[in-house]
């Protein structure tokens, strides 16, 4: 991994991104009144090559992001189109984004280890009757109706602004 102290002309310290892999994996949230207190957002291109951003319910897990969506969404349909995406989340003390490709997963273990993931996190996601996709009792209207699509960010880089002193920001390249 490469990773460059963007904020090095400032005099702030490198960042470690094993730090930053350790709270996402144990999902360190900010308090509810954080001043980076808010939602996690996936951002896709659009088919004029434009963004489109949306909030997502993603989890990391395994060292990377995950996040479901219904096959009729735009989010879906961008990336089966162009699968180039960059999520970000606040977590305790920082501010993070990855970017990577989209892909869509398929394998009936792995829908079944992610279903329980968003399970353990509160959604009672479960996988569908063909183990490729999910379903729950809810989600978001704009999902469409079950099942849901599963999809992992393949990461390529990241950038982390940390949001305690020092501060910090740095690139990372996976």
């Not at 729950?136 to 704009?142: C, D, G, I, V, Y």
């Amino acid at each position: 991994m490469d990773s460059v102290n963007l904020g090095a002309a400032d005099g702030l310290p490198p960042v470690d991104w094993a730090s930053i892999a350790a709270k996402l994996d144990a999902d360190s949230k900010p308090a509810p009144d954080a001043i980076n207190s808010r939602s996690t957002w996936l951002a896709t291109v659009n088919h004029d090559g434009g963004p489109h951003l949306t909030p997502v319910g993603a989890l990391w897990l395994g060292g990377t992001f995950w996040f479901q969506t219904g096959s009729g969404t735009r989010k879906a349909r961008n990336v089966a189109r162009d699968p180039r995406c960059s999520i970000a989340v606040s977590i305790d003390g920082a501010d993070v984004t990855v970017e990577g490709d989209a892909v869509r997963v398929t394998d009936p273990d792995d829908v079944t280890r992610l279903a329980k993931a968003w399970a353990d996190a509160g959604w009672p996601a479960e996988p569908d009757e063909s183990g490729t996709g999910i379903t729950a009792p809810f989600n978001a209207p704009s999902q469409g109706p079950p099942p849901w699509n599963v999809y992992r960010i393949e990461p390529v880089s990241a950038i982390v602004t940390l949001s305690e002193e020092p501060g910090g920001l740095a690139r990372f390249r996976f």
